[in-house]
Every structure is written in C-alpha cells, then in structure tokens.
C-alpha cells in the first residue's frame, strides 16, 4: 500500500491510502496537527490525536524545498519510503523575516471547529543572488545539494540603505490582494567594477552579490544600474552616503545605515583637481585595489569642510597631486 498526502486549505495533512498499482484512493482522512522542520531541513507532522488510519505520532517527509507564485513552501516528496514521488505538500505561508541563515515563515492552522493558531517554520541555509539578480535561499539538505527557493518579483533598496523584498498574493478569506514586505539586514560592499554587493554575514558567506554597472555620483549616494529578473529590465539603485575627503584619507564614501555595523566606507579613490576645480577621482577597493571606474565629482560634493580643503589646494597650486589610501574599513 501506498499513501499519497496533501494539505488542505487550513494547512491539516491529508492521508489517502491506495493500492501501488491505482491512483483511486481507498480512503482519506483530515489529521489534525501541525508541521515542523528539523535539523537538515526535513518536515514533519506531528498528529494532535489518534487517527484511524494506522500511522505514527510523528510523519517524516523527504523531498525538495521550493517556493509556488503565491510564495507559499512547497516540498515535493521523492521516493523515500511510502510516500508517493512527485506529490507535493502545499504549506499556506508568509514570510515573515530574513536572517543570514534562515527563512522564516508564519503559518495559520485551523483549531477545532472555529479557532485558528499561528505557529513558525524555520529553513536553515544561505542567502545569494543568481544570474538574474533575484533573491534566492539555499536550504541546506542532509545529501546532495541545497534547495533553492526563488524569490520572485522585485526587491528595492530604502534611504537607509536597507534591502526590503516585497510581493503581492492573494488573500482567500478577504478576496483581495495584499502586499507582503521582509527586509534584509546587512552593508553594502564593492569588489570590483561589475559587481554589487549586499553582505548579510561575511563568515558564513551569507550575500547578495549583485552584477551591475556604476552609473554616476550624486551629492548623496552613488547610483548602479542593475538588470532584473528574467526580462532583464534595467533599474537603477542608488546607495545613499555622503562624500569626504582630506589629506590623509583622499576621496571616499561613507555609505549611511540605521545601525552602526551598516555603515561603510564603498569607495576611496585618488584625485586630481581638473581645471574648472572639481575632482577626477580613480576609485578603489576596501583592499586599495584599482576598480577600473572613474568619474568627475563636484566639489559641491564636500560640504563646507570640503569646500576648504579644495580652495587650500587650489591656493597652493597642488594641482595633479593624488591622495595615499589608507582608510579604515
């Protein structure tokens, strides 16, 4: 005998038993319970109450994390003891946040007759970006390689430099549309010319690592262009900080957070005052690396402190000079 599973649509698994060679289920019963993930990304279903159906307390599942369009967890079963290959166990979900090692999601059950509960699930992996740039989980497995579940749809980057994903879905009990949001905590980071980085944490390799382009400077932040999604539609992202300079540090920029970890230094660069005294700048890498990118800067730019430091270097005749790098990173 094989038992084929679904879940309904208050998240209850559904058992069915059937003959190997029929697809025609014997019977099916609604057990009442609630699911969990363990250690190596597997799902459970603990069963609140006996149930005529001869089976454990505890129900093991293997199969493949995903995500469907309505962003809801997906795990398709594979052959692993007598679950059948292929079902797949639809869990109604959100997402309610983001951590450098896991994906959380809030799930509704039915309790009893006319009462519900919320409880969370928990993926354990790392965060990356792939090829088009969309925000993807990779949900680490006992074997093999990791799941990946896709975020699909657009992410957008706040004034405070934060990386927030949101999508729409729809709500079955209010029969509307509404809009889901998780944001991201972590810095901005470059390593070199076409690539964008939004590090979620640095020791476990845990980052979104963007291809992009350097578009220009602006007074406040820099701007990238950055191809989306699978239409690769271009959109333009813009990193908010301010720009300092002076004798030791040269050029740099500072990019703004709302923590103090989230603050950091992109750009530093060498420069030279052109004729109408604004600045050429060469910029590099926090490892003082040459990224290839080059721009002209407005001594507007600066500030008043800066303003000085350049009227200093303009009345001392010091044009053509370049800054050392030794910023702190």
Known sequence: ????????????????????????????????????????????????????????????????????????????LDKWNNQCQGDKLVIGCNIISAKAGELAFSVMTRKGEDKSEFYILKLSGLWQADEYNRLCFNAEKEKGSPDRLTLEAGWEVDRKNKLTYSYTRKDLRRKKQIIQSVSFQGYWAIADK????????????????????????????????????????????????????????????????????????????????????????????????????EAKISRRFFGEQGEAFIRALVSEKEKGVSAGVGLRW
């Open 1 to 76: 005998m094989k038992i084929r599973y679904e879940v309904d649509p208050h998240n209850r698994l559904i058992a069915a038993r059937t003959k190997k060679e029929s697809t025609i289920p014997r019977y099916r019963e609604v057990l009442e319970g609630r699911f969990s993930i363990g250690k190596d990304n597997s799902l459970y279903y603990h069963l609140k109450k006996s149930s005529n159906i001869d089976l454990p307390q505890q129900i093991k599942f293997s199969g493949s994390w995903s995500l469907d369009k309505q962003r809801n967890l997906v795990l398709t």
């Open 194 to 293: 076409r690539r964008l980085s939004y590090v979620m944490s640095s020791s476990l390799h845990s980052q979104f690592d963007f291809q992009a382009s350097f578009e220009k400077p602006l007074q406040n932040a820099i701007q990238y262009r950055i191809g989306m999604g699978l239409a690769a539609k271009d959109k333009s992202v813009k990193i908010f900080g301010s720009w300092k300079i002076n004798e030791r540090l040269g050029v740099s920029f500072e990019a703004q957070g709302d923590e103090e970890r989230n603050r950091a230094i992109l750009f530093s660069a060498s420069y030279k005052i052109d004729s109408r005294d604004n600045l050429e700048v060469c910029f590099r890498n926090r490892l003082n690396q040459d990224l290839g990118l």
